[in-house]
């Protein structure tokens, strides 16, 4: 008996598996770890959404739902779409899932032929290649680099694309980097796509994550002939603090809608009916708490921006969006022989900061570590206090 060798291709996600070593260490020491492995908001969801959901349970809205998503829900994203990208997408081609992720595997499961090539970005989030993999793909990595504020640009994608290009897969605001892809570039890249036959999956999850005045979210699906060969995704997650509700969506290009609703129904049947009823009241509620956590967010990033420039050897440049500080630790690597893995374990283990290694996310992530400042001030302040004083102890620059 033997595993496939598509599921050896699958990582485990790096921040789960550090966040059970952290609490691991917690139970074991009994000291306070402080978290910035995983990309969680650490606000409660808004009462609007948590009483939405509580009258949808009350009113007996407990049984399967269309494969598709519930009517209510589907209006409410197209609506959404409309309003913050300026898009006309028919709720009939709004697929709801259990999860974003969930887009990522259905995408690579749909149009991804075995030996097919995929482009994602490097660093990126890690389930890209996973589920590139599962699907019996090739990753093709697109660098990043830190020199341009990782930008992913035209000329860097057209060199990789070849006739075995399917899918290329773009995200904006970025994990982990926190870069933007600005509006001139998008377009670029638009024409570089329109030349192939590619798919296009935009992963928008942080697309309400904005911190910069200068940068404006933008969705390569707003230009014009991209709508009808992208699968944009965003959902509930981030923005309104429900990572566990477990509520994603995207708008599919009609002709590809029944397909990928297969792969949906043949997975997870359908979502639930409340937390899909709780997704409108996000879309369309008040939810002030919203605004409140965009600016708390906005505070953290300028925080930390601060702080760890603050460490020597440590450099990072000032994150657009998410939630997440990609940085710099290459001149202690350098001079210590050691990789981006160890120094991250050793925040860990010596310092009780819980990171991830930059390698995770791809070969361009070797020297880099990335911290989640999805917690409070008060950690963020923790955290680099102590880092700095056991970098400044035992890996003085
Ligand atoms: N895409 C990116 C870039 C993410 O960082 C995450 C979560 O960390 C997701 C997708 C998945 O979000 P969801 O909770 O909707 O599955």
Redesign the pocket.
């Known amino acids: 008996m033997k595993i496939s060798e598509r599921t050896k291709h699958a990582k485990a996600e790096g921040a789960f598996e550090v966040l059970a070593k952290a609490q691991e260490i917690e139970r074991r020491t009994g000291k306070k770890v402080v978290h910035m492995e995983i990309?969680e908001p650490d606000f409660p969801t808004p009462q609007g959404i948590i009483d939405a959901c509580k009258k949808a349970l009350d009113d007996g809205k407990t049984h399967y739902t269309p494969a598709g998503g519930i009517p209510e829900f589907r209006t409410a994203v197209a609506k959404h779409l409309k309003k913050t990208r300026g898009i006309d997408v028919d709720p009939e081609n709004v697929l709801v899932t259990s999860?974003?992720?969930?887009l990522?595997y259905s995408t690579c499961v749909a149009f991804i032929e075995p030996g097919d090539e995929c482009i994602v970005p490097d660093p990126g989030?890690p389930?890209y290649q996973s589920a590139v993999g599962l699907a019996g793909g090739i990753s093709i990595p697109l660098p990043l680099n830190e020199e341009n504020g990782y930008q992913l640009t035209a000329e860097g994608l057209e060199k990789l694309i070849t006739p075995k290009t399917k899918l290329i897969i773009i995200?904006t605001p970025?994990?982990p980097t926190g870069g933007v892809l600005s509006r001139n570039e998008l377009e670029k890249i638009a024409e570089v796509i329109k030349k192939t036959n590619a798919v296009v999956f935009s992963?928008e999850?942080?697309s309400d994550l904005i911190y910069s005045n200068e940068d404006k979210h933008f969705s390569i699906a707003s230009i014009p002939g991209m709508l009808e060969r992208t699968i944009l995704?965003d959902?509930?997650?981030?923005t309104y603090s429900m990572?566990g509700w477990?509520?994603?969506y995207a708008a599919v290009p009609a002709k590809f809608y029944n397909s990928m609703k297969k792969i949906v129904n043949n997975t997870v049947s359908c979502c639930p009916a409340f937390t899909q009823i709780a997704g409108i009241a996000a879309l369309e509620g008040d939810n002030p708490e919203v605004h409140q956590m965009w600016k708390h967010f906005s505070e953290r990033c300028d925080l930390i921006y601060k702080l760890v420039n603050d460490i020597p050897g440590m450099s990072m440049i000032k994150p657009k969006g998410?939630f997440y500080a990609f940085v710099n630790v290459k001149p202690i690597l350098e001079k210590y022989s050691i990789t981006s893995a160890s120094l991250a374990q050793a925040f860990l283990e010596k310092a009780y900061v819980a990171c991830l290694s930059g390698s995770i996310f791809g070969s361009q992530g070797d020297n880099y570590v990335r911290f989640s400042y999805a917690t409070s001030k008060e950690d963020i302040k923790l955290g680099m206090d102590r880092i700095k004083e056991l970098v400044t102890k035992e890996y003085p620059i």
């Open positions: 990309g999860g974003g992720k969930l990522i989030y389930p995200n970025q994990n992963d999850i942080y995704m959902g509930m997650s981030k990572t477990r509520l994603g998410a």
